[in-house]
């Protein structure tokens, strides 16, 4: 059994290629206070990000020849810390070193008739754990939905202070008067992301999200601000059958874009049936016996919004009724109760307390759903050599370059451009270590080109008629 330690294991003679990596720990404390180094019977490592999940997580696989999960009674209330650099002169902001908590292992299996035997160690952050295990049932009169989020985090998860700063939990406009109904405390914050409004008046809507990664622990943010962000890098695609001297520049060598796939280019259908372009909401207030109807605009809010680029992802092609896409809000129609300007009403003003505080429906029911599956509207998914420092939250600006026979080719006009990283995984193997990050975007570089829908060629063709 490997001597007991929780301590960086520096083993690199250097990084001489774009795959290389230094694993620094993968140690287990198991029962017992013992510490276990895993490092050597590692078959592959993952660490994953997501900013639509509430924590990271991973797996290890493992091929086992001194019987650990007996030996050491591993049955799931295990830590397990993983650190891993590029290089072991990495300082400390270019490295992955997090503490995790185990809380399966899957896929044990005998291997080829010996006494080996190999399986999936699954990880998580702590507080995930942690939330599963507790509920919360509180009252916040009077409160922020920033100070609900952080009271959550610091009395309810106790999240340490290496993962948790409140820098990074966005002010938010408006104060409620909440009672957080017996939820879990994660699904509480999921929960009021609904509601929750950007302080910042130059980003609108309801697109307030929930993470956790690397470089910054827990965040709350909108996803307008993640846009506002200074790209980290500038993503290239490049051949990789060079040697370091064929590049002009190092980084070129070391984190070059190896291959990307498209996973969602555009669809349209989708977008109507999500109410990506439009839609209606009916709110419905009961103790005035009124209702309102408010129409979401994909054109008019992107005009306000924050945007990764400068240009909508679609034309004004009009239908054969004469209405564009963001003119069609009964493609989703919602009905909601509302308490909107109720105390505009003289007869309730002159109660004070009567009514609760404008929860805003007519803000985040018909703009949080369509802002963000517009955020998602182009994916790709970039495989590059491993890079510590890449994590969900940050912004690229990746160059594609454009499919076409000119010997110098130009950046693709709609799909090059600023993306947000909004997954993450990091796997090393012993083969090398590689990055896999799945790229989102809202917007485009260059505009596409109108239409002319008065022109005769359109309208027959919108019409249905062959001519």
Request: hydrophobic share 35%; proline share 3%.
């Amino acid at each position: 059994m490997a001597t007991p330690t929780f301590q960086h294991t520096e083993a690199s003679t250097g990084t001489t290629g774009y795959k290389d990596f230094n694993l620094r720990a993968i140690n287990i404390l198991a029962s017992g206070m013992v510490t276990l180094d895993v490092k050597p019977m590692m078959v592959e490592l993952s660490y994953y990000e997501d900013i639509f999940n509430n924590t990271t997580s991973g797996k290890l696989i493992i091929n086992d020849i001194q019987g650990l999960i007996e030996q050491c009674h591993i049955h799931g209330n295990e830590y397990i810390r993983i650190s891993f650099a590029k290089d072991s002169d990495d300082d400390d902001c270019l490295y992955i070193d997090k503490l995790f908590r185990i809380f399966s292992i899957s896929d044990r299996q005998k291997l080829n008739n010996s006494q080996t035997e190999g399986y999936v160690i699954n990880f998580c952050s702590d507080e995930l754990l942690l939330s599963e295990q507790y509920r919360i049932s509180k009252s916040y009169p009077g409160k922020t939905i920033k100070e609900i989020v952080v009271d959550i985090l610091e009395n309810d998860l106790k999240a340490p202070i290496n993962k948790f700063d409140k820098k990074n939990i966005q002010d938010t406009s408006g104060t409620y008067s909440f009672i957080i109904p017996n939820l879990k405390p994660f699904h509480a914050i999921e929960w009021l992301s609904q509601y929750a409004k950007p302080a910042d008046t130059m980003q609108v809507g309801s697109d307030m999200i929930f993470f956790e990664n690397a470089k910054d622990g827990y965040v709350f943010s909108s996803m307008q601000a993640l846009f506002s962000k200074e790209s980290t890098y500038t993503f290239k695609y490049g051949a990789k059958n060079l040697q370091k001297s064929d590049y002009e520049c190092l980084e070129d060598f070391f984190f070059n874009v190896i291959s990307y796939t498209y996973h969602k280019n555009f669809d349209v259908l989708e977008g109507i049936h999500n109410g990506t372009f439009a839609n209606r909401l009916l709110s419905l207030d009961i103790l005035q016996h009124s209702y309102n109807v408010t129409d979401y605009d994909y054109e008019k809010n992107s005009q306000n919004a924050t945007t990764l680029n400068n240009n909508p992802v679609v034309n004004n092609l009009q239908n054969r009724f004469g209405h564009a896409l963001n003119q069609t809000p009964n493609g989703l129609l919602r009905v909601a109760m509302s308490n909107a300007n109720q105390y505009d009403n003289p007869f309730i003003a002159a109660r004070p307390g009567s009514v609760s505080q404008d929860i805003s429906v007519e803000t985040f029911l018909t703009q949080r759903k369509s802002q963000l599956a517009i955020n998602s509207y182009t994916t790709i998914q970039t495989v590059l050599g491993g890079n510590p420092t890449l994590s969900v939250g940050q912004t690229v600006d990746f160059n594609i370059v454009a499919v076409t026979p000119d010997k110098q080719k130009p950046q693709d006009s709609f799909y090059a451009g600023k993306y947000l990283i909004s997954a993450i995984r990091h796997t090393i193997q012993v083969g090398g270590y590689n990055t896999v990050c799945e790229l989102i975007k809202d917007s485009n570089m260059s505009p596409y080109n109108n239409v002319d829908n008065d022109s005769p060629i359109w309208k027959n063709t919108v019409a249905g008629v062959k001519k």
